[in-house]
């Protein structure tokens, strides 16, 4: 199996999850030529915002392999990861990314991805959600623990 | 209870979870005054790179509500959002967001979300991860059949 493939899986999982009641998005992890796992996007169905192709996927990955890098892995996705996923994506530390649809595309059909991406760029005074920084000092307690604690497992 | 007692309990939270062996963050979810949901990071612990403070968080929330739209609810965030948990605020359309530590700090410390969000600025071109777009006709026909759809559960 080779590029070509991967990609068509991952579409062939959003259309089928359309059918299924669900958001038209998938995505499929690939290790050494191999699917390891696959996500299709159960906002309504699990009740869950974050639970995105992308998400799922990654999630799935790592259950699967027993990790939570991913750097030996891609991910194929039907459509270009919301900044959410593409978050996801750079946690996991997946190695590639390959997208069909993109973020206009997803506007177009009504989903916010691009919305998002917006308000991003923008100072926390102009967001839609509105936002305030607060406690800081306070919160840098647990920051300094952190740093210090010679035990952590870093991620 | 009021906005401080809510930062507050996010704040102790996030110390807590580095004497328990997880990454300095916790966030809480309050509806009408009250606390209904609250998250500390996993990532290490549950082998999940997605299992940040926010987002399990806004995922118990969910749960207990038995929703996916958060627009009543309010979150505290010990941190500032990374964009993945950022993009979860969002699609959960979280009415407002407070956070206490901030980007930069969490830079000081080594975490990414600084660099996160400078790659989603960047063209696919540029960025760490190779990201190419790849296959869109194909994947157009699942957002075709989601549009044409008279039955979808819009979210």
New interface residues.
Partial sequence: MG??DF??EA?RL??E???N?G????AVIVKNGKIVATGVNR??SH????A?AE?NA??EA??VL?????SDCEIYS???P?????????????????????KK??K???F?DS???E???LDYSQRK????????E??????R???E?P?????
């Fill in positions: 590029k070509a990609m068509r579409i959003s259309t999850n359309v059918r009641g958001g038209p998005f998938g906002v309504t009740n869950d915002p974050t995105h998400v990654i999630r790592c259950k027993g990790k939570f890098d991913l039907s459509c270009e919301c900044p959410m996923c593409l978050g996801a994506v750079y946690w996991a530390r997946l190695s590639r990314l390959y997208f069909a649809n993109d595309d997803a177009d059909i009504g916010d919305f998002i991406y308000e991003i760029e959600i509105p936002t305030e920084q607060y406690m800081r306070e919160a840098m307690t647990a920051f623990l952190w740093s604690n035990d952590k497992i870093e991620y």
